[in-house]
């Protein structure tokens, strides 16, 4: 199993950026996918999840309205569009999938919302 998150930076507030995960090694149609972020000295958090056909998503309050999650199971991709980001945003963003019990996670990506 591999996970490789690229899109991440430098943002301005209010601006956006679009998250990307890549996925291998397992049948990636067959598994719900995960969006994590952990902030300096914070617990990491779950922020979205997309069912396997991507017709059911849920997202942490903090980000419902701003955050979209989606995939594409012909590309084994699946993205976190990123909206009205705020300095509170500020992150690694991880994505992650339960596998046989098991969680895997990619190795993260680092996202600042600064001016």
């Known amino acids: 199993v591999q996970l490789v998150e690229s899109g991440g930076g430098l943002v301005q507030p209010g601006g956006s950026l679009r998250l990307s995960c890549t996925a291998s090694?397992?049948?990636?149609?067959?598994?719900?996918m995960r969006w994590h972020r952990q902030a300096p000295g914070k617990e990491r958090e779950l922020v979205a999840s997309?069912?396997?056909?991507?017709?059911?998503?849920a997202y942490a309050d903090s980000v419902k309205g701003r955050f979209t999650i989606s995939r594409d199971n012909a590309k084994n991709m699946v993205y976190l569009q990123m909206s009205g980001l705020k300095p509170e945003d500020t992150a690694v963003y991880y994505c992650?999938?339960?596998?046989?019990?098991?969680?895997?996670w990619g190795q993260g990506i680092q996202v600042t919302v600064s001016s």
């Open positions: 992650s999938a339960f596998i046989s019990s098991s969680r895997y």
């Open positions: 090694g397992f049948p990636f149609s067959s598994y719900a």
């Open positions: 997309i069912s396997s056909v991507g017709d059911s998503t």
